[in-house]
């Protein structure tokens, strides 16, 4: 069992930043792959970024690359998403994931692929 929270959202003007965080609770965490999802009201759930068990495979969806960075520490049960350039359409509810290793092929990329989910937090990006 795996929980998730999330936290570090919150109103940014554009081009600012923000960094999320992702703790997790357990001490398998990491045998988990861990992405990042975003959600508008009325719109799928949209891949964002995700980072392999060892942290050292990413792969990002083609609107953030170059301003987005995901990244982990096994040993604090963390994934972080630092968010950099934002723009109004970054605007989402942000999501933590986490897919069993041993149940995904890289890159997972699809929501459904996903054993747990975070409660979410805001991110607006003002113009």
């Known amino acids: 069992q795996v929980q998730l929270v999330e936290s570090g959202g919150g109103l940014v003007q554009a081009g600012g930043s923000l960094r999320l965080s992702c703790v997790a609770s357990?001490?398998?965490?990491?045998?988990?792959?861990m992405g990042w999802f975003r959600q508008t009201p009325g719109k799928e759930r949209e891949f964002v970024a995700v980072?392999?068990?060892?942290?050292?495979?990413?792969d990002y969806t083609g609107s953030v690359k170059g301003r987005f960075t995901i990244s982990r520490d096994n040993a604090k049960n963390t994934v972080y998403l630092q968010m950099n350039s934002l723009k109004p359409e970054d605007t989402a509810v942000y999501y933590c994931?986490?897919?069993?290793?041993?149940?995904?092929?890289?890159?997972?990329?699809?929501?459904?692929?996903?054993?747990?989910w975070g409660q979410g937090t805001q991110v607006t990006v003002s113009t």
């Open positions: 980072i392999s068990w060892s942290g050292v495979r990413t």
């Open positions: 357990g001490r398998t965490f990491v045998s988990y792959n």
């Open positions: 994931a986490a897919v069993n290793l041993y149940g995904s092929t890289w890159p997972p990329t699809a929501g459904d692929a996903y054993d747990y």
